[in-house]
């Protein structure tokens, strides 16, 4: 099984960038963990 751990930062909301990021892992047929 392939993992990979990606960070983002900043205004990761109001700027849509992690609904996008989101979005393009589940296209991809991937699943995602959100970890704080």
């Known amino acids: 099984m392939f993992s ?4 983002l930062r ?3 909301i109001d700027s849509l960038t ?3 990021v989101l979005d393009q892992i589940v ?3 991937a699943t995602f963990n959100i970890v704080e």
Request: proline share 8%.
């Open 18 to 20: 992690l609904p996008k």
């Open 4 to 7: 990979e751990t990606i960070e």
């Open 27 to 29: 296209t991809r047929g």
């Open 10 to 12: 900043g205004h990761i």
